[in-house]
């Protein structure tokens, strides 16, 4: 996906200061300050950020205040993301350059700090965790998050090493309390956990087994948001399709993104991660019949070989996600299309790889995210030989991504003199330009302010590149 570390403390991804991003009003809940305070650092994707979202209101229900930096806080908590080598990797940076940096702590006030490992990586590593990183004293899997209170409690009243690592669960993480980090879009979680086992994916052996919200609940949560003030809402789920809704109702997917686009102040609905198996039409026929779902689908398809695909245990061919496409490239509205693509995989050929390539071509995704293969612990793949060695599948991933650049740039330069609705989601000073999404999700930078941050806009496209756009605000 997107940005693999986000910051809970400022609210601003590495690499963006200069963008003044919208934050959410913070809430008070009804419960007295204990004097803690907490920061909390989020790799991964959307679902990680907003798995620290809710770790944020649980602590601040519980009288903790956030703060902006690790080393004005008492509990620092790393959410982790193990989906690849190199995020998992980044903990371990993380971890031993605060170890290096608390070696004279002043008066001794960073040895009181607790440290915890949230999300895949900790559960993934789980109490080896504490051999590896001694500094850790609470390595909890996202399964439990709902038992972070108790886990504190216990860190508080002098236990040095605590975990929360059971699977065991058909919980979905809600909190009475969720610290919203964008004061106009809110993530809303409707299915954790996933059962598709693809061979080279942790997420079902750190996220556990699909669990599903009801409808209703989930509908109500959007009155709720939409009465808080948000204007979009972005639908969560490992495998957000795979969705069952477990009332007497029994929506299917369709149905729910329908009501949620239904609900009064409700103007964009997104919804990832879809998975090929479980994409059907009457998903295109809803966003048809819903302007206020957004003109744009994420499917990730990962390889463009039937037996690559076979391989990695993803469960269609490739004619068959081309199925998919078809009935998406015949939708009313023009739908953007995003993907997830996985080069080098075990016993990929030059031949796989040019299918891969040929598939690019053929379905001209507006964007793409790739990545090298790196083998992960308890997957099926562990089992399999990595045979394209690590340069080759730099090579792979260059070409890869030079096609990929192309056909964006020439996708983007066709929507030059084009208007689009922009939804404005942050400000460069330098540059005294607004930064804002289409519905389709591309970006569009044109002059603005920072109070434009929130609003809606009608931006006309003056030119393009391969990443973004660039426009002027038209007056309606």
Known sequence: MGNDLIQIGSGVPPGAAAVVAPRAPEFS???????????????????????SEKLAGVLMARGYRPVETHDDADIILYNTCSIREKAAQKVFSRLGAFRKSRRSPPSGVAAQKIIGVLGCVAQQEGEKFFERAPQVSLVCGSASYAKLPELLDQLESGNRRVKGLDLDTE????????????????????????????????????????????????????????????????????????????SPAHWS?????????????????????????YFTPDIVAAIDSHPALCDQIHLPVQAGSTPVLARMLRGYTREEYLEKIHFIRQSRRPISLSTDIIV?????????????????????YDQVFSFKFSTRPNTSAQNFADNVDEEEKGRRLTVLQEAQRQIQWRRNQALVGETFEVLVEGYQPRLLQAVGRTTSNRVVNFPGAPEDIGRYMQVKVTSAGPNSLVGERIAI
């Open 344 to 364: 080098g995989f075990c016993g990929e050929t030059e031949q796989d790889f040019e299918q891969t390539l040929s598939l690019l071509a053929e379905v001209e």
């Open 253 to 277: 997917f369709a149905e729910l993104l329908g009501r949620v686009a239904e609900v009064p102040g409700v103007c964009r609905v997104r919804f990832t991660t879809s998975h090929p198996r």
């Open 171 to 246: 919980d979905c993480f809600e909190t009475e309390f969720t610290r919203r980090d964008n004061r106009f879009r809110a993530y809303l979680t409707i299915i954790e956990g996933c059962d598709q086992r693809c061979a080279f994916c942790v997420v079902p052996m750190t996220r556990g087994p699909e669990r599903s919200r009801s409808g209703a609940k989930i509908v109500a949560d959007c009155r709720r948001l939409v009465d808080q003030g948000f204007t979009e809402i972005q639908i969560l789920g490992q495998i957000v399709n795979a969705w069952q809704d477990p």
């Open 29 to 51: 809940p009804a419960i007295a300050a204990n004097g803690k305070s907490f920061y909390i650092e989020t790799f991964g994707c959307q679902m990680n950020v907003h798995d």
